[in-house]
């Protein structure tokens, strides 16, 4: 994380080691998604969806709010293409990190690509851009990332598809700041120079603003699109 | 009622647009070199991203205006962002934002 930019492709480390790095830098993103997805698991067999199902639709859609949007799309008695159509809109922000992911690829090995794709989330592609940090990202690191990300991910939906009901109260823990916590700190750490900041600041003032006006994550998307644009080429 | 056979669809569904997503945006952009301007802007989009989503997880926790002194989220971003400037660990500073949200939010009721 702290190795200066000049020095940022990865050291001659073993292909092992690189993933094991990835596991540790994504290890808050399982202690934020295991609640997450234990929520969902028990929503979802509320919704009508059996363990396995709701089990399966965390390990191929990995989907957060596109999850939860699409139990309540269903439960409202729409049918499967306005649960798609709703799921693709909430995770429209996805083109965005995937095109922006895709400045810092190295064109070798292709086949890690789509599964990069594939566990590309808010927090993974938080996880990643501050480890690439505008040079190379070190994919095999990245699948780490990702592969821990799932994990977390499916795995508390399993318990809360299996055991729903049965369970202490995630809250308990303070789990609903882990979320938050991890944007916190990898905000902290993406604030490199003025520019960033002022990106920052006017990110937060129109996400804030619009989030208000708009539903779903629009008012991200929003604030996201329009703090880089002025800082882009307004500001710099 | 939604049928057995509905659920599948809409899982595998899901898979497919949630993967189009991610995928054709990667794929496509990969290939061809994208002007400077739309570079550098994208160069922005990380930070833009983590700060609309700070703001509105912090200052409006589950959709709802908490602009007061007494927000444990507000509270508790501060020692979690000091953690992690000190120590640029991120599972510490997740870990003391979790502490510091118990602690602030049983102080607060």
Known sequence: MSVPAAEAPPAPASKRARFARGLRLGLPILLGYA???????????????????????????LAGAGQFIALSVLSAGGGVPAVLMATAVVNLRYVLFSAALAQSLP??????????AFTLTDETF???????????LDVVSATGVGAIAWLGWVGGTALGALAAGAIVDPSRFG??????AMFTALLAGQIETRTHAAAAVIAAAVALASSALLSGSWGMIAGATLGAALAAWWLR | MTTAREIWVVVA?????????????MSL???????????RWLSYVPVSV????????????????????????LLAAAPTALVFVKTR?????????????????ALLG
């Open chain 1, 126 to 136: 938080a996880v990643n851009t501050t480890d690439a940090r505008g040079c190379t």
């Open chain 2, 50 to 73: 983590m700060a609309s989503l700070v703001a509105t997880e912090i200052l409006r926790p589950g959709g709802t205006w908490l602009i007061t002194m007494r927000n444990p989220y």
């Open chain 1, 35 to 61: 609640p997450v997805g234990l929520t969902f698991g028990i929503l979802a067999r509320k919704s009508g969806f059996s363990a396995f199902q709701a089990i399966a639709c965390s390990a191929t859609a």
């Open chain 2, 13 to 25: 569904g899901m898979a497919a647009a949630n993967f189009l997503l991610r995928f054709a945006p």
């Open chain 1, 175 to 180: 789990a609903e700041f882990a979320m938050p």
């Open chain 1, 107 to 116: 064109r070798e090995p292709r086949i890690l690509k789509p599964v990069l």
């Open chain 2, 89 to 105: 660990s991120f599972l510490g500073a997740t870990l003391a934002g979790m502490v510091s949200f118990l602690a602030f939010r």
């Open chain 2, 29 to 39: 952009v990969s290939r061809t070199r994208l002007p400077e301007p739309v570079q």
